[in-house]
């Protein structure tokens, strides 16, 4: 079973429909984080957690909001969707502990293609 | 100001072959650590190889290597001896500071291998 999913994989929505992104993890880590990926500009953060109560605004937070249900879920939504939302989106997790030999490396889930018309 | 910065948009190499992927980067943090992944076309990003700024020496995984250059910052990825599978999207991405653990990351490049 994969370590960190992502529910839906793909979805095509409206423009000014609500819609939640969901991440699940099984490594039990404390660090989970959402980012973007749009061709030519890498992947962007939009989010990120310490834990359930430790929420924190990244890179391009504008038009979502994000919630940490548990250690293991944080859910990612769009209020009111547009299409320049349209991209791959991706929930990625790591360990809070020190550097360690592979400084802090995050794991990705498999990523969920969102379109908006 | 970009992080971080890959100035090849594609790249085509040859079966067997070696190939250089160029990453430069940008902090005034002294701990920082650098990062490659692999995106094949399924989507899914594949953890390759780690630098951090204190180590000694380039690291190494498989027939993936970093050349390293402190000074000039710059943390090229060296795949050795290309197979087929390693036709790919590839990101640099950099974590600055040792607390956050926010990665930072690179437009990216397509390597192509060609039989």
């Known amino acids: 079973d994969a370590d960190v999913t992502q529910t839906p994989r793909n979805r095509i929505t409206k423009t000014g429909k609500r819609i939640m992104l969901e991440c699940s993890q099984t490594?039990?880590?404390?660090?989970m984080y959402w980012y973007r990926q749009d061709p030519g500009l890498g992947l962007r953060l939009i989010y990120y957690?310490?834990?359930?109560?430790?929420?924190n605004k990244g890179e391009i937070s504008d038009g979502y909001s994000v919630s940490r249900q548990a250690q293991a879920k944080f859910s990612l939504s769009l209020e009111s969707a547009i299409p320049n939302q349209t991209a791959l989106y991706f929930c990625?997790?790591?360990?809070?502990?020190?550097?360690?030999?592979?400084?802090?490396?995050?794991?990705f889930g498999p990523g969920t293609r969102l379109t908006v018309l | 100001a970009q992080k971080i910065t890959q100035t090849q948009p594609g790249m085509f190499v040859q079966e067997k072959e070696a190939v250089t992927l160029d990453c430069t980067y940008d902090t005034s943090d002294p701990s920082y650590g650098l990062f490659w992944y692999k995106q094949p076309s399924s989507g899914e990003m594949i953890f390759l190889i780690y630098?951090?700024?204190?180590?000694?020496q380039n690291a190494t995984e498989g027939r993936y290597s970093l050349n390293f250059q402190k000074a000039r910052k710059s943390a090229n990825l060296v795949i050795s001896a290309s197979q087929l599978g390693d036709s790919a999207m590839y990101f640099c991405a950099m974590r600055e500071g040792d607390n956050d653990y926010k990665l930072s990351f690179g437009a990216g490049t397509t390597v192509t291998v060609r039989a």
């Open positions: 957690s310490f834990d359930v109560k430790d929420i």
């Open positions: 990625a997790t790591s360990d809070g502990g020190l550097a360690g030999i592979k400084g802090g490396e995050q794991f």
């Open positions: 630098q951090g700024s204190y180590d000694q």
């Open positions: 490594k039990g880590h404390d660090r």
